[in-house]
């Protein structure tokens, strides 16, 4: 803003003001203002990110949800992890994201501490018979997934190392079947929800990569879908870590106007709010712009006045139009 001092008289602002006085601020306004604002801009331009490709095939909506940690002090946020030897340890805020498939745009955000266990988002979760969840073996939690079968809800994770279970029955895999599936079987795992202990019937799936060269073990609920495209629904799981890899790249959370929890969610906030605006100027544009290439230009025009949405779509019109008006002296 200094550098730029010459560009802020429409603002109205006399003066700069001091990092202090934003941090003071932010940690008044209540962050959940901008969460509103986040969620009506989700609905507003919520045709603009749908990809309805992958719901054609399997009839169903399949949202992906996993978490970024981003660190801070520990006394703002409790800590996460062991304690190191020379005592100091970081804090962090942990944002739980839930995102539609093939989307760069979380549709569901929610913060907690570091030290929260993943599996908590799970309550967060809307239920129903349409909807297909992708996570990780962070979140296994098998009172959830015996409420996601009760409400016909569909997962698919990964099985933890040392799960126990009993296997009931293995099903065959038809020569139709990708040969990465190794193995298709039906388990039993018993939900410790009070007396009796009741039995969860799911599915395994034993998958080799070839790209990765690894064996993966798969745990659903979809008894009808075919293995291998159970194996392909995980796989699109790594959509969630290319948004926060987006999120970190373009929009560094490493410096903080606020050294409180409540100036911290509005800064994260006003960051998904910026990634959502950049996200519908992409997706408008007839013209094919790099994600990271259209931050950068916004961030060095964001004081000038510029239609950017015609500046976007043909730069070189401008110049050219420059270059003609200008009336340049003969070196002669």
């Excluded at 989700?42 to 949800?65: A, M, P």
Aim: with cysteine.
């Amino acid at each position: 803003m200094l550098g730029l001092s010459g560009k802020t008289k429409h603002f109205q602002l006399d003066h700069i003001p001091k990092k202090s006085t934003l941090g003071d601020a932010n940690q008044r306004r209540d962050a959940e203002v901008f969460g509103v604002i986040y969620n009506k801009l989700f609905l507003k331009y919520g045709h603009l990110f749908s990809d309805t490709r992958i719901k054609d095939v399997i009839n169903k909506q399949v949202e992906i949800f996993d978490s970024t940690t981003i660190s801070l002090f520990k006394a703002i946020l409790k800590c996460v992890g062991r304690e190191p030897k020379d005592g100091r340890r970081k804090g962090g805020i942990k944002v739980h994201t839930v995102i539609n498939v093939d989307e760069t745009v979380p549709k569901l955000v929610w913060f907690t501490s570091a030290a929260t266990n993943d599996h908590v988002l799970l309550s967060k979760l809307k239920l129903d018979s349409n909807t297909i969840y992708v996570f990780d073996k962070g979140y296994n939690n098998y009172k959830a997934f015996q409420k996601f079968s009760d409400n016909e809800t569909g997962f698919v994770t990964r099985i933890k190392d040392n799960a126990v279970y009993e296997s009931i029955s293995l099903n065959e895999i038809e020569e139709h079947i990708h040969s990465g599936v190794m193995e298709d079987e039906i388990i039993e795992l018993t939900v410790k929800d009070g007396t009796p202990d009741s039995k969860l019937k799911l599915r395994k799936i034993r998958f080799y990569d070839r790209e990765l060269k690894r064996e993966f073990e798969f745990l659903t609920n979809l008894f009808d879908m075919r293995p291998d495209l159970i194996a392909a629904l995980y796989k699109l799981r790594w959509q969630i870590e290319l948004l926060f890899k987006q999120l970190k790249q373009n929009f560094p959370l490493k410096y903080f106007l606020g050294d409180n929890e409540n100036a911290i969610k509005v800064q994260i906030y006003c960051t998904l709010i910026a990634n959502l605006l950049m996200t519908v100027i992409q997706k408008t544009l007839k013209r094919s712009w790099a994600f990271s290439n259209l931050v950068s230009f916004c961030k060095i025009h964001l004081f000038n006045y510029i239609h950017l949405i015609n500046f976007l779509e043909n730069p070189d019109k401008d110049w050219q139009k420059t270059l003609l008006n200008e009336e340049q002296l003969s070196l002669f």
